[in-house]
């Protein structure tokens, strides 16, 4: 069984809305810090969102802030990611990753050790 399993991708128009969510489990549950990556066709993945400590420190990417929200349930071991104004440069495969990094790692793809296997999230004109 997957440490962390990826929900709710799919395809809107521009400006609409979507919503993630990860369901965690196993060791990828008791890791302080969870965060958003994604990967667009031909492009390298990028991070998008994170929460650190639990859900007391937030932090985005600079396109994606005013328009996506991350949060963290950790009773129910989930990580969402509300996705609103929509644009298709937001196109591309979504992933859930979880992990310890230090402060001036959280950004890093190379510092989670646990990932889901993606959701697509496609954006249409």
């Known amino acids: 069984q997957a440490d962390l399993i990826e929900s709710g991708g799919g395809s809107v128009q521009a400006g609409g809305s979507l919503s993630l969510s990860c369901a965690a489990s196993?060791?990828?549950?008791?890791?302080?810090?969870m965060a958003w990556f994604r990967q667009a066709p031909g492009e390298e993945r990028v991070f998008v969102a994170g929460?650190?400590?639990?859900?007391?420190?937030?932090y985005y990417a600079d396109f994606v802030k005013g328009r996506f929200t991350v949060s963290r349930d950790r009773a129910k071991n989930t990580f969402l990611l509300q996705m609103n104004s929509l644009k298709p440069e937001d196109t591309a495969v979504y992933y859930c990753?979880?992990?310890?990094?230090?402060?001036?790692?959280?950004?890093?793809?190379?510092?989670?050790?646990?990932w889901g296997r993606g959701t697509q999230v496609t954006v249409s004109l």
């Open positions: 929460v650190r400590r639990g859900s007391s420190y937030l």
């Open positions: 196993g060791g990828a549950s008791s890791r302080p810090s």
């Open positions: 990753a979880a992990g310890s990094p230090i402060l001036s790692s959280q950004r890093r793809d190379s510092a989670y050790v646990y």
